[in-house]
């Protein structure tokens, strides 16, 4: 399988579960990012990864928790959520860190959360 | 506060007319620019970028161009074919942030027959 993939694509939990989202790209990418796209909102960068130590952490909750336990995976571990959480939340990644020709990103499909 | 806007949340273009999407952005800071479309049930892809070093950029039916002194860019898609529905976003950079994207919040495009 090639490009960006993401499981589950859509995600139904109660605000005291934990659950996991996993990112796989199959590009030979070196950096990967998490995004957070609410209704009528524009997409919001999370974190990043880059050769598999985190770059950024964008001001998230600590209810959000990172995992990059290679450059190919990505991880969201997700505990005691609110509504508000629920959200399309979409990885990314590209070749390198940085925003130039050659060097664009590449999302995944998304996974559709709700939180209950 | 949103650095970069995309003022029409929708636009209807007629097949084989030229559709024209606008963004905005505040920040004079930024020196890249990109546009993804994003079909339903997918990831934004990467459509076409420019540099603020240069005012257009052309790749087939794709045009973009930036105005800095006024900072707007738009996006020129001619023909219009129905096959370019989609949500088109808008994303800017400062090459020192190297790993920070600013999104707009889309405009939905259709092109009918």
């Known amino acids: 399988e090639t490009g960006v993939t993401q499981t589950p694509r859509h995600l139904v939990m109660g605000m005291t579960n934990k659950k996991s989202l996993k990112c796989e790209q199959h590009?030979?990418?070196?950096?990967m990012y998490w995004y957070k796209q609410s209704a009528k909102k524009p997409l919001e960068l999370m974190f990043v990864?880059?050769?598999?130590?985190?770059?950024e952490n964008n001001s998230v909750p600590s209810r959000f928790s990172p995992e990059c336990p290679n450059s190919s995976h990505l991880f969201l571990h997700l505990h005691t959520l609110q509504p508000e959480d629920s959200a399309l939340y979409l990885c990314?990644?590209?070749?390198?860190?940085?925003?130039?020709?050659?060097?664009?990103?590449?999302f995944g499909p998304g996974t559709r959360l709700t939180v209950l | 506060d949103q650095q970069v806007k995309q003022n029409s949340p929708s636009l209807s273009v007629q097949e084989g007319r030229i559709s024209i999407l606008n963004c905005d952005y505040t920040?004079?800071?930024?020196?890249?620019f990109l546009w993804y479309k994003k079909y339903p049930a997918e990831g934004p892809t990467f459509l076409i970028s420019?540099?603020?070093?240069?005012d257009k950029n052309e790749d087939g039916r794709f045009t973009v161009f930036l105005n800095k002194s006024a900072k707007h860019l738009s996006l020129h898609i001619v023909p219009s074919q129905p096959g370019d529905s989609a949500v088109y976003f808008c994303?800017?950079?400062?090459?020192?942030?190297?790993?920070?994207?600013?999104f707009g919040t889309g405009t939905r495009l259709q092109v009918f027959p």
């Open positions: 990314a990644s590209s070749l390198d860190l940085g925003a130039y020709r050659g060097n664009e990103q590449f």
């Open positions: 590009l030979g990418h070196n950096a």
């Open positions: 920040n004079s800071m930024f020196d890249y």
């Open positions: 420019i540099s603020s070093i240069k």
């Open positions: 994303a800017a950079s400062r090459t020192l942030d190297t790993d920070k994207l600013i």
């Open positions: 990864y880059s050769l598999e130590e985190r770059v």
